[in-house]
């Protein structure tokens, strides 16, 4: 399971990358996630990717804060919406209708729930403002 969870982890953290120079490709999810199985599968790769300088500033905000960017949130629901957007627009004329709202409500459910996410740069002046 734990090479498993490696490949994941690699393949999350090629796209999280990805994301920086690609602007329809959200960064900090993919980031996220591939935190997620790296610290199910190496420890010294966990420890690699939040100590990166560039890499672990997106984790160690989420880590810190349990915020993410406001262009994070934007690029997340854009590419996503985005993406179910086209797919619809594929296979239209072979899709039953209950497919269209389950499409329509899985985009709608993940962007209400990053909505959810506060933005990054709120709590960073909270957490100033405690200082």
């Known amino acids: 399971m734990k090479v498993f969870f490696f490949l994941l982890a690699l393949l999350s953290l090629g796209l ?49 804060y349990r915020a993410i960017s406001r262009r994070a949130k934007i690029v997340s629901i854009a590419s996503m919406d985005g993406m179910i957007a086209i797919s619809l627009m594929l296979v239209h004329s072979r899709m039953p209708p209950f497919l269209w709202i389950a499409f329509a409500g899985a985009g709608a459910l993940g962007s209400f729930l990053i909505l959810r996410i506060p933005p990054l740069e709120k709590k960073r002046l909270e957490a100033a403002a405690e200082d």
Do not use: K, N
């Open 16 to 64: 999280g990358v990805l994301g920086i120079f690609l602007p329809l490709l959200p960064t900090t999810p993919f980031l996220l996630v591939a935190a997620f199985f790296f610290v199910r599968s190496s420890d010294r790769m966990y420890t690699w990717l939040i100590g990166h300088p560039v890499l672990g500033r997106y984790i160690r905000d989420y880590l810190r």
